[in-house]
């Protein structure tokens, strides 16, 4: 090749160079430093240096070669050139696309690419083929090039199989068996629903609960004198356990409505009621306490009248009974009305077949594990049968009654507790049999895979609201910044931005120490649940920010001592213990432990470490009041020095302390006294109706009928604005 043709190509690959420089499509720095063009005024595209010198020549000709497409081989360009064909002119979009790949299943060139990318907040100098894109820059680049857009991940969604397991169709009534009424026994607080269990068992459970209340639910088989077993729920009547409430009425047959005669129709009395109608189980009224002298059964069923429950004297179907369960009063006529409503409502269940249940209780045994407290509602449980439930599964290995003692098979209506769980299941989650373990892999695999699906689809629009709300941002300001040249608005968007740099640091600082991280552990999850929900009702995030950074059954351990150091966090405990070895730890580390056996205990204690991370309010109390009788000035040096004369009204002046100066209702001036004076003595204190001279730190005028305040600031410890409802 003689040297006429190479300066030719050598101009030509130059001119090519200005010209993509001059439409701002140029995407390597690299390129730019090496062809930059020096342009005359009459010719800016034409007067380029034609003839670079000798020694760059080389370096010049592999630069070109290795950046531009023209200079590759047929076969290459082919390759570069293959289009992805287009659906109806969809183009399939997926998370971190890189601008090259996106160029490919559009069917474009990377210039197409950049061109959709002008005008916008991208800086073009930083792209490179290999950049990834954020997927609303995606979207913007397929709606600009005219064309829509679909996720790739809804196609992978339709090719996974479901694998869930789900219960069986309907038994065959021929093959259904009579069971045991599961009774779940509902009311307010303190209204006598365990004791009345108690006397029906036999036992002493009231005893043993904290504080006589209620705070798990229970399942319990009673065996009446008649022969008859009735499978007993006893739910929590406290404010907080509205959840577990809720759960026994829908696993139950009947609803025993337990009210005090003395107290009549409360609060959670009336939610009861409620749970009941949702579930649509029928109600027996069970009036207790009716031996105390304060008892009024009929002011009761009255009341009762309101909430739409109308017992069998007023016309209606509610059984309405009489009871005193301390003194065992009438409680063989309260079970044979159950008895009697169970046999009208016909209970049978199918004994055959794969098991199906639901979960009451679960908590996690120091020495036994996970476990669980189940209703079976059909088929019948043995001894490693594989059940599953939400995302975990089981290999049972022991089932025990109420009574712990082992059983080797559970029928339906009959509750039961379950070990051999792998993982802890939440309380209310259905229980099924499934034929092998590997089964149990593929629906707990299935139910974590559709959880994870909506979780990544509830982020992905939370992302997107977040990424429409700063693009608006963004139009917005550059609305505003339109008329100025891009030097003018990169000047005033730093002195807009200025002070944040300095402020960022500081306010997080200050957000630190309005911060309570919180560690809930409880014994059962049921518990945990109740101390979650009533912790979701909390408002005051303006007072101090609530944390939750972790929660979870079992005893306080180690790995809870730890997460509390990194976050400088509290541990809570409902009904669980932490050994000698972890107090000790904890002490050393300076993390608190707070154990607590009744909830309204435990959120108190809670409330009281928001109020100690709360700033102190600081509080002004007067201690005495002066009013300006007439104004003096006193000369001292070149100066003069306003005096007013004073009386003291009430209380004191002490010099010590703090003054204010108040004019027609508006207070002018704040500080301290730089003299105080009675007649020509300096004095320290002045006493109520004594008269007195003073001047302040301040050049001030004073006028006849000013108020003198003399006061103190103490500081005082805030008090949350929390209310938990109870």
């Given at each position: 090749m003689n040297r006429g043709l190479i300066l030719k190509f050598e101009n030509l690959v130059q001119l090519r160079g200005a010209c993509r420089q001059l439409c701002t499509v140029s995407y390597?720095?690299?390129y730019r430093a090496q062809w930059k063009p020096v342009q005359s005024s009459a010719h800016p595209v034409w007067s380029v240096l034609l003839y670079p010198r000798l020694w760059q020549r080389d370096k010049l000709i592999s630069v070109v070669s290795s950046q531009h497409r023209h200079l590759a081989t047929k076969e290459e360009t082919k390759k570069k050139k293959k289009k992805i064909p287009l659906t109806k002119g969809e183009v399939e979009i997926r998370q971190k696309m890189t601008l090259e790949e996106l160029a490919r299943a559009m069917g474009k060139d990377v210039d197409h690419i950049y061109e959709a990318l002008l005008y916008t907040d991208i800086d073009l100098d930083s792209l490179e083929p290999d950049s990834i894109l954020y997927e609303d820059h995606i979207k913007l680049i397929v709606k600009k090039s005219g064309m829509k857009y679909k996720s790739a991940k809804l196609k992978e969604e339709k090719e996974r199989e479901n694998t869930d397991a789900v219960k069986r169709p309907p038994a065959d009534p021929a093959v259904l068996t009579p069971r045991p009424p599961v009774v779940t026994i509902l009311g307010h607080v303190d209204h006598g629903k365990t004791t009345l269990l108690d006397s029906?068992?036999?036992?002493?459970?009231?005893?043993m609960e904290a504080g006589g209340i209620t705070q798990h639910?229970?399942?319990?088989l009673v065996h009446l004198p008649s022969g008859e077993k009735?499978?007993?729920?006893?739910?929590?009547?406290?404010?907080?356990?509205s959840a577990m409430r809720a759960r026994g009425t829908h696993v139950t047959d009947i609803v025993i409505l337990v009210v005090a005669a003395e107290d009549g129709v409360m609060q959670q009395t009336i939610e009861s009621i409620q749970h009941a109608k949702n579930a649509g189980v029928p109600l027996i009224?069970?009036?207790?306490?009716?031996?105390?002298?304060?008892?009024?059964?009929?002011?009761?069923?009255?009341?009762?009248?309101?909430?739409?429950?109308?017992?069998?004297?007023?016309?209606?179907?509610?059984?309405?009974?009489?009871i005193s369960a301390l003194k065992g009063e009438n409680l063989m006529v309260l079970a044979e009305a159950t008895v009697a409503l169970a046999e009208m409502l016909e209970l049978k269940a199918d004994s055959t077949g794969l098991v199906e249940g639901t979960v009451i209780?679960?908590?996690k045994d120091k020495g036994k594990g996970p476990v669980t407290t189940a209703i079976i509602q059909r088929g019948t449980l043995r001894k490693g049968c594989v059940l599953v439930a939400g995302k975990t599964w089981a290999k049972v290995r022991f089932m025990f009654d109420e009574n712990g003692k082992a059983v080797d098979a559970a029928s339906p209506g009959i509750p039961v507790e379950i070990m051999g769980w792998k993982e802890v299941p939440s309380a209310g989650d259905e229980m099924l049999e499934v034929e092998s373990e590997q089964r149990a892999h593929e629906v707990v695999a299935w139910r974590t895979y559709v959880e994870q699906q909506e979780r990544m689809k509830r982020d992905v629009e939370v992302i997107e609201a977040k990424q429409k709300e700063h693009r608006l941002e963004y139009e917005q300001k550059q609305q505003k910044l339109a008329h100025l040249t891009w030097r003018q608005r990169k000047a005033v968007l730093y002195k807009a931005n200025k002070h944040l740099m300095f402020s960022k640091p500081k306010e997080r600082t200050e957000m630190d120490k309005n911060v309570l991280s919180v560690i809930v552990k409880g014994d059962v999850d049921g518990s945990v649940e109740a101390v979650l929900n009533i912790l979701d009702s909390y408002d005051a995030d303006d007072e101090c920010k609530l944390?939750?950074?972790?929660f979870g059954m079992g005893d306080i351990s180690e790995t809870d001592i730890s997460l509390a150091e990194a976050f400088n966090g509290v541990i809570f405990g409902f009904s669980v213990k932490a050994n000698e070895s972890i107090k000790r730890l904890a002490a050393k580390k300076g993390i608190k432990i707070k154990l607590h056996n009744i909830i309204y205990k435990l959120i108190d204690d809670l409330k009281e470490e928001l109020n100690s991370r709360l700033p102190p309010s600081v509080v002004e109390n007067t201690i005495g009041e002066a009013s300006v009788l007439n104004i003096f000035s006193v000369t001292v040096g070149k100066s003069k020095i306003p005096v007013a004369g004073c009386r003291v009204q009430k209380g004191l002046l002490d010099k010590k302390m703090k003054f204010k100066l108040i004019r027609n209702g508006d207070v002018i001036w704040k500080g301290s006294l730089s003299s105080l004076k009675h007649h020509k003595d300096d004095v320290q204190v002045i006493k109520a109706g004594m008269d007195c001279g003073l001047s302040l730190d301040k050049y001030l005028e004073f006028n006849i009928g000013d108020e003198i305040i003399c006061y103190e600031e103490k500081e005082v410890q805030q008090t949350t604005s929390w209310d938990p409802g109870f």
């Open positions: 390597r720095k690299v029906l068992r036999k036992t002493q459970v009231a005893s639910i229970g399942a319990f009735i499978t007993f729920l006893d739910t929590p009547g406290h404010a907080a356990f009224l069970a009036i207790n306490k009716c031996d105390k002298p304060e008892a009024d059964p009929e002011r009761v069923k009255k009341e009762l009248l309101a909430h739409d429950v109308v017992c069998e004297e007023f016309g209606g179907d509610v059984q309405a009974v009489n209780e679960s908590r944390d939750i950074i972790h």
